[in-house]
């Protein structure tokens, strides 16, 4: 199985504090790398964790707010400067595109690739992106602009030959594919082998979601039901659970809550307010609800298995 991770650039929310850096993180699913977010500082943090840029085709934004999109000049601008070549296509609300043309406007004018603007409906929770083996899932949120989360779904694979079963029954490598693809084999003595003999079952597709920001809404946890890994924001604790709802943000226990209702197999929190001093404290509140929760932090490689602080 080829490995699924996500890399935390960055947690924290809009103002410098604590240490955090705003909202970045890269998935890495299939071979390839997907953004998620672009808070400022997030190609230093990338440099910095030692990853190349050129497994990078589409960034998705959630919103407009500058913790997640004012990484993006930088960025785009460093990819030319590196001879990009491929397009760059750049996910978001509709909002964010007179930002995107005033950079290449402005700062991009002898670049050798091209940015493609997609825009995102965030009422709607539907298909925005696909390939041969990812789906991209919009997810309406509620906060104080339009907003989309966004759910990564790997498409299904065919199952696994096994060779010992191949030798076994003389069966051609030629025919590997059509074994694959389920067909039985009959033996030179007109003995049907069952498909079921010659394979094991495919690995099962994993996904992996992500809402932020947003006030604390239920509704969405049909729409990323049985998930591998949520990453939801947590931007306020308990004691600030008034000033979450007016600014249009959770509070981990609320994290934990939409955790539970859509049965995901962990959670991972993070956008933390500069108010949030103590993480495992703040953490303790999350799991008090739903104990199988991670508190995101910069530099954090979650492997779809185990978790590799880098
Ligand atoms: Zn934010
Ligand atoms: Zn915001």
Redesign the pocket.
């Known amino acids: 199985m080829e490995p699924m991770k996500i890399y935390i650039l960055g947690c924290g929310?809009?103002k410098p504090a604590n240490g955090h850096l705003?909202?970045c993180q890269l998935l890495e699913a299939r071979g390839k790398l997907f953004m998620i977010d672009c808070g400022e500082g997030a190609q230093m943090q990338w440099n910095r964790m030692g990853l190349g840029m050129t497994r990078l085709s589409h960034i998705f934004i959630t919103h407009s707010?500058g913790?997640?999109c004012f990484g993006l000049p930088g960025l785009i601008s460093t990819m030319g400067l590196l001879g990009r070549t491929a397009d760059l296509h750049i996910h978001a609300p509709a909002d964010l595109k007179p930002f995107i043309d005033c950079t290449l406007n402005l700062f991009c004018h002898e670049m050798g690739y091209n940015v493609i603007f997609h825009k995102v409906d965030c009422t709607a929770n539907q298909l925005v992106h696909e390939d041969r083996s990812v789906e991209v899932w919009s997810i309406p949120l509620r906060h104080r602009m339009p907003c989309s989360g966004y759910l990564f779904k790997e498409k299904p694979t065919l199952p696994h030959i096994r060779p010992e079963m191949l030798e076994c029954y003389n069966i051609p490598v030629s025919q590997a594919n059509n074994i694959k693809a389920g067909m039985d084999w009959t033996t030179e003595d007109g003995e049907v082998i069952p498909n079921s003999r010659l394979t094991r079952p495919a690995d099962k597709p994993r996904s992996y979601a992500y809402c932020?920001?947003t006030l604390y809404t239920p509704s969405i946890a049909r729409m990323i039901e049985g998930c591998d890994v949520l990453y939801h924001?947590a931007t306020f604790s308990d004691e600030f659970e008034v000033r979450a709802k007016q600014t249009c943000h959770s509070t981990a226990r609320q994290a934990a809550m939409i955790a539970q209702k859509a049965k995901v197999k962990k959670l991972v929190i993070g956008?933390y307010s500069g108010r949030i001093k103590d993480i495992e404290s703040h953490l303790g509140e999350a799991r008090e609800v739903f104990l199988d929760t991670i508190a995101s932090e910069e530099g954090l490689i979650l492997d779809f298995d185990t978790v590799v602080k880098k």
């Open positions: 929310s809009a705003p909202s707010h913790d997640h932020s920001d924001e956008h």
